[in-house]
């Protein structure tokens, strides 16, 4: 099994039995994580990740990247590492709240990061994250 299709099966997993109660199709939740990264003031996977450090989650978002369990993270944090601009942008599109977005980000970034650096590494700089979640969501496009 490739990378798009763990990353696809794990996050088809998080979803299982709550399509029918609103939750956002896979595409959405890849959109969404796409969004994140290429927010300017997210500035990709790595500065995802030092937003993480500077707000003193290094720990948690290490165990995301790392071979071990994933550290949980909350909703709460989720806001505190992206700030306020982000998250408004991020609902606005979405037509939800700021509350809402930070919510789904804390329950599928852990395992969408997880499997973007399965061997306990982030992708080299010359790899493109977005592209590899474009692949994945047109991959589940045609099925």
């Known amino acids: 099994m490739g990378l798009l299709d763990s ?7 998080s979803l299982s039995g709550q399509a029918s109660q609103g939750t956002p199709a896979t ?3 890849i959109g969404l994580v796409m969004q994140v990264l290429n927010h300017p003031q997210v500035g990709g996977l790595s500065g995802l990740v030092k937003a993480f450090e500077d707000k003193g989650l290094g720990q948690v ?7 071990g369990a994933n550290l ?8 505190a590492v992206l700030g306020e601009g982000p998250l408004r942008d ?3 599109q979405a037509g939800t709240s700021p509350d809402q977005q930070a919510s789904l980000l804390s329950e ?5 990061i997880d499997q973007l650096s399965p061997k306990g590494a982030l992708p080299d700089q010359g790899s493109d994250l977005t592209a590899l979640l ?3 969501a047109a991959g589940w496009l045609k099925r």
């Open 72 to 79: 949980p993270i909350s909703a709460n944090q989720i806001a």
């Open 61 to 67: 978002i290490a165990s995301w990247v790392g071979t």
């Open 7 to 13: 990353l696809a099966s794990q996050v088809l997993g």
């Open 27 to 29: 595409t959405d939740l």
């Open 134 to 136: 474009g692949n994945l």
């Open 90 to 92: 991020l609902a606005r």
């Open 108 to 112: 599928v970034l852990p395992g969408l």
